[in-house]
C-alpha cells in the first residue's frame, strides 16, 4: 500500500463535502451581510442625531429640537409591566402544565393546542383584540396599561413554552430523589424544580421582552397617540418607541428621517441589551448540568 | 475494604487455630493416658474426638459458604485453600490421637518397656512441638520456620526406625510382644501425625508463594 | 486426673450474627403483591418477609420486576399514573397502601438511593439539608449534616468544602452522597436500586463495606443486577424470575431463603440456573 492511498483526495465525496461547508458559509455571509447593511444604513442616516437632544427632549415639529424621551420612557414603563404580567402567569402556567396537569384530560390537551397557535398568531390581531375587549368593553382607554396587557397576550405564548421547556429539563431523577426523601409536590416543585428552571425561564422571559418592545401594529391599533410631550403614566396616553419612529418616517422633512434612524439605533441598543443578559444568563447557568 | 470477606476470612483462621489447639490436647491427653496406663483418660480422647469433628465440619461448612458468596481470588483464595487443607491435615491428627488411646486400652495392664515408652513419649513430645510449629507459622505467614518442620520430622522418623530393633530385642514374654507390637502401632501413629504437620508447613509455604510444592521427595 | 474439657466455642465465633428464625423481627411482611402498569402484570402474587437489620436483597434477570417490587415498598409507584398495586404490604403491622396512610410519611421512614447518583444541583451542605428541611427537622440541622455525613463514610472527605457544588464530587462520592442525604431524616429503612451499578470497582467496595456498616442501625433491601454482590453481603435473598402467561411477561418470586443456602444448595432449579450462570 502506498502513502498516497491513505490521502484524503482518493475518497469519494469529499468534494461534496467541501461544497456543503461552502453553502453553509455562503448562508451565514448572507445573513451576517444583510443585518451589517442594515446597521450601517442606520448609522448612517442617524448618527448626527443620536444625541443627549434625543434623549431628554420632548417631540417637536422642528428637528432640531426634538426628542423621543417620552417614546422611550414609555417603551421602558412598558417593559416593566410586560415583565410583571408575563412572568407569573407565564410560569404558573408552565408548572400546572408540566406537573400538575394530567395529560391524558381533554381539557388540558386543548390548553395545551390553544398555546401552541396562539404563538402563531400574528401580532395585529392582538391589537384588534385589544382595542375592542380592553380599550373599548373594559373601558380602560386608549392608555399604557391597555398597551402593557395586549404586549402580554401576545407574548404570553412565547412564555410559557420557554419556561415548559426549562421545566421539563430538569431530569426527572432530581424530582424522584426529591419525592424519596419524603417532600410534597409542592415542595418538589418549589425547592428543586423552579429554583433549577429560573436560568431558562429567565432567558425565555428576556428574549420574549426584547421581541415585544419592537411591536409596533398592535400598539399603533389601539391607539398609541404620536404626539405626547409629557411624560407617560400607566393609566394615561402613551406612546412607544416604535411608533414614533413610525411616525417620524411619515414625515417629509428629511431631517425626521434622520431622527427616526436616531431613534432606530436606541430600539437597537435596548434590544441587543436584552440578548446580551439573555446570553450571558444562559451560559453562567449552562454549567451547573 | 472488603469488611465481611476479611471477617470471614479471619474467623475461619481462628476457628482453625482453635481446632490446633484441641488437637494437642488430645494429643497430649493421649500421651498421658499412654504414660499412665490411664484407661478412663483414654475413653475420655476417644470422646473428645467428636468435638474436633465438629469442628471440622463447621469449617468445611464455613470454606463452602465463603467461596461461595465471596468468590476469593489472589491470596485469599490461597489463603481459603489452604485453611481447607490444613483442617483435614488436623482432623487426621487427631483421628491418630484416638488410635493411640484405643491402643493404650488394649495393653493397659502389661508392665511396658522402660526404655520405649520413654522414646514414645520423646517421639510425643516432638510430634506436639512440630504441631506448635506448624500452626505458628501458618499464624505468622512464616516460610522458614515451616521448612524448619522437616528436620524436626527427620527425628520423628529416625526414632521411629529405631523403635522397630527396640521392639525386635524385647524379650520372649508374649504379652510384653503383644505390648510391643501395639507400640509400634503407636510409634507409627506418632509418625504419621509428624508429617501432618509438615503437609501443614508446605500449605504455609503455599499461602506466602503461590506455588504448592513438597519440602522432600519421597525417597526421604 | 487429667479430665480434658473443652466446651467448644466455635459456632459462636464462626456465626454471621445473625438472629435465628424465632428472633428475626419482622419490618416488611409482603402477601400477594401484584404490581400492573395499565393492564399488564409487571409482577405476581409476591409474598415474603423482610427482616430488621438484615440486607436483603433482590436479584433475577432484567424484566423480572425486581425494581417495581422495591418501589412498592416506599410507594414510589403512586408517581406513575398507570400503575396500580394489588395485594398488601404490611410496614410493622401497618398497611401501607391503605387509604388513611400518607405517603410523605412512609417516604419519611423509609428512604430511597438510586441506581444513577442523582444529587442536587445545590451545595453538598444543601444537598444533605434538604430532607430534614421539607420536613421540618430543622434543629441542630449542622450536627444533623453532619453525623449524616459521617455514617455515609463521606464527611472527611467534604468537611471542608461542605458550601461546594454536589456536583463537583466523583462519582462514588455522589453515591455516598446520595446515602447521608437520606440518612439525614433519620429512616428506619434503607431501600437501594442497583446503587453500585453505575461505579467503578472500587466504589463499588465502599458502598458494600457501608452497607454492612449501615446494617447494624437500619434495614437494607437492595435491588441488584450483580449476583455477586448479592452474595457478598446479603443475609437474605430473594431471587425473581420472568414468567410468561397467556403471552404476557410478568415476574415471580422464585425462591427467597438465607443467603447461602441461595448460593450453595438453592431448592429451585430455576434459581440453581440463575447463579451458576447457565440461565439462557
Redesign the interface.
Known amino acids: 500500500m502506498s502513502a498516497a492511498a491513505l490521502s484524503a483526495g482518493r475518497r469519494r465525496g469529499v468534494w461534496r463535502g467541501r461544497i456543503f461547508v461552502a453553502l453553509l458559509l455562503l448562508s451565514m455571509a448572507v445573513g451576517l451581510l444583510a443585518l451589517g447593511t442594515l446597521c450601517v444604513d442606520v448609522l448612517q442616516r442617524g448618527l448626527a442625531y443620536f444625541d443627549s437632544v434625543l434623549l431628554t427632549n420632548g417631540p417637536s415639529s422642528d428637528p432640531d429640537i426634538a426628542g423621543a424621551r417620552p417614546a422611550i420612557l414609555a417603551t421602558l414603563y412598558l417593559g416593566v409591566l410586560l415583565i410583571l404580567f408575563t412572568v407569573p402567569i407565564g410560569v404558573g402556567t408552565a408548572i400546572y402544565l408540566e406537573e400538575y396537569a394530567d395529560r391524558h384530560r381533554w381539557y388540558n390537551r386543548l390548553l395545551e393546542l390553544n398555546i401552541q397557535n396562539l404563538a402563531a398568531v400574528p401580532s395585529i390581531v392582538y391589537g384588534i383584540l385589544g382595542l375592542a375587549f380592553l380599550v373599548r368593553g373594559l373601558g380602560l382607554g386608549r392608555v399604557l396599561l391597555a398597551g402593557a396587557l395586549i404586549l402580554t397576550l401576545l407574548v404570553l405564548p412565547t412564555v410559557i413554552i420557554a419556561a415548559r421547556e426549562a421545566i421539563r429539563a430538569v431530569p426527572s431523577s432530581i424530582r424522584e430523589g426529591a419525592y424519596a426523601l419524603g417532600a410534597t409536590q409542592w415542595q418538589v416543585v418549589s425547592r428543586q424544580v423552579l429554583p433549577a428552571a429560573i436560568p431558562g425561564i429567565a432567558t425565555g422571559s428576556i428574549l420574549a421582552l426584547a421581541r415585544a418592545i419592537g411591536e409596533t401594529a398592535p400598539l399603533i391599533l389601539i391607539g398609541a397617540l404620536t404626539f405626547i410631550s409629557f411624560n407617560p403614566t400607566v393609566m394615561g396616553p402613551f406612546t412607544a418607541l416604535p411608533v414614533q419612529i413610525y411616525n417620524w418616517t411619515k414625515l417629509p422633512d428629511e431631517k425626521f428621517k434622520a431622527l427616526a434612524a436616531a431613534a432606530i439605533i436606541v430600539l437597537l441598543i435596548m434590544v441587543l441589551l436584552l440578548n446580551a443578559a439573555a446570553i450571558w444568563l444562559r451560559n453562567r447557568y449552562q454549567k451547573r448540568w | 475494604m472488603r469488611i465481611s470477606l476479611q471477617e470471614e476470612l479471619d474467623q475461619l483462621e481462628a476457628a482453625l487455630q482453635e481446632e490446633g489447639a484441641l488437637v494437642l490436647r488430645a494429643l497430649r491427653g493421649c500421651l498421658n493416658s499412654l504414660a499412665r496406663h490411664d484407661v478412663e483418660l483414654a475413653d475420655e480422647v476417644i470422646a473428645f474426638d467428636d468435638e474436633v469433628d465438629e469442628t471440622y465440619v463447621a469449617i468445611e461448612a464455613g470454606i463452602q459458604s465463603l467461596l461461595a458468596r465471596q468468590t476469593p481470588v489472589a491470596i485469599d483464595l490461597r489463603n481459603v485453600l489452604a485453611i481447607l487443607h490444613i483442617n483435614l491435615h488436623l482432623e487426621r491428627m487427631a483421628d491418630y490421637c484416638v488410635t493411640v488411646a484405643k491402643l493404650t486400652k488394649l495393653v493397659h495392664d502389661t508392665p511396658p518397656d522402660e526404655t520405649l515408652a520413654e522414646a514414645l513419649e520423646d517421639m510425643g513430645t516432638r510430634a506436639e512441638e512440630m504441631i506448635h510449629a506448624a500452626l505458628d507459622s501458618f499464624a505468622n505467614r512464616d516460610v522458614e520456620s515451616a521448612e524448619s518442620l522437616v528436620d524436626m520430622d527427620e527425628l520423628i522418623d529416625a526414632a521411629n526406625r529405631r523403635v522397630v530393633h527396640q521392639i525386635l530385642s524385647l524379650s520372649a514374654d508374649p504379652d510384653l510382644r503383644e505390648w510391643g507390637l501395639r507400640m509400634l502401632l503407636v510409634s507409627r501413629c506418632l509418625e504419621r501425625i509428624g508429617d501432618h504437620a509438615v503437609d501443614i508447613g508446605e500449605q504455609t509455604a503455599f499461602l506466602v508463594s503461590g506455588q504448592f510444592r513438597e519440602f522432600t521427595d519421597a525417597s526421604h | 486426673?487429667?479430665?480434658?474439657e473443652?466446651p467448644?466455642?466455635?459456632?459462636q465465633?464462626?456465626e454471621?450474627e445473625l438472629p435465628p428464625p424465632e428472633l428475626r423481627e419482622v419490618v416488611f411482611d409482603v402477601s400477594g403483591l401484584t404490581v400492573s402498569y395499565g393492564g399488564n402484570p409487571a409482577l405476581k402474587d409476591v409474598s415474603l418477609e423482610v427482616y430488621k437489620n438484615f440486607v436483603t436483597a433482590f436479584i433475577g434477570p432484567s424484566g423480572c420486576g425486581k425494581s417495581t417490587f422495591i418501589r412498592c415498598f416506599?410507594r414510589?409507584n403512586d408517581?406513575i399514573?398507570s400503575a396500580s398495586v394489588g395485594g398488601t404490604i404490611l410496614y410493622h403491622g401497618e398497611d401501607l397502601y391503605a387509604p388513611h396512610v400518607d405517603a410523605?410519611?412512609v417516604?419519611?421512614r423509609i428512604?430511597?438511593v438510586?441506581q444513577?447518583p442523582?444529587?442536587?444541583?445545590k451545595s453538598i451542605h444543601a444537598n444533605v439539608a434538604?430532607?430534614p428541611?421539607?420536613?421540618r427537622m430543622t434543629d441542630d440541622l449542622d450536627g444533623r449534616v453532619e453525623r449524616a455525613l459521617q455514617q455515609a463514610a463521606l464527611w472527611d472527605e467534604v468537611k471542608d468544602r461542605l458550601d461546594e457544588?454536589a456536583?463537583s464530587l466523583s462519582g462514588g462520592q455522589q453515591q455516598r452522597l446520595?446515602i447521608a442525604?437520606?440518612l439525614a431524616?433519620e429512616p428506619d429503612v434503607l431501600l437501594m436500586d442497583e446503587p453500585a451499578s453505575a461505579l467503578d470497582p472500587?466504589s463499588t467496595?465502599?458502598i458494600?463495606?457501608l452497607m454492612?456498616?449501615l446494617k447494624r442501625e437500619y434495614t437494607i433491601v437492595i435491588v441488584t443486577h450483580n449476583m455477586?454482590q448479592a452474595?457478598?453481603?446479603a443475609d437474605m435473598t430473594a431471587f425473581f424470575s420472568v414468567q410468561i402467561e397467556d403471552g404476557k411477561r410478568s415476574g415471580v418470586l422464585v425462591e427467597y431463603d438465607a443467603?447461602?443456602t441461595i448460593?450453595?444448595k438453592p431448592a429451585d432449579k430455576r434459581t440453581e440456573d440463575y447463579v451458576t450462570g447457565r440461565f439462557g
Not at chain 3, 442523582?118 to 444541583?121: A, G, I, L, M, T
Open positions: 486426673m487429667n479430665i480434658i473443652t467448644v466455642q466455635l459456632a465465633q464462626r454471621r416506599n414510589m408517581l399514573p410523605v410519611e417516604r419519611k428512604g430511597m438510586f444513577k442523582n444529587p442536587f444541583p434538604f430532607g428541611r421539607v420536613l457544588s456536583l446520595c442525604r437520606c431524616v472500587i467496595t465502599r458494600e463495606d454492612h456498616e455477586q452474595a457478598r453481603i443467603t447461602p448460593f450453595t
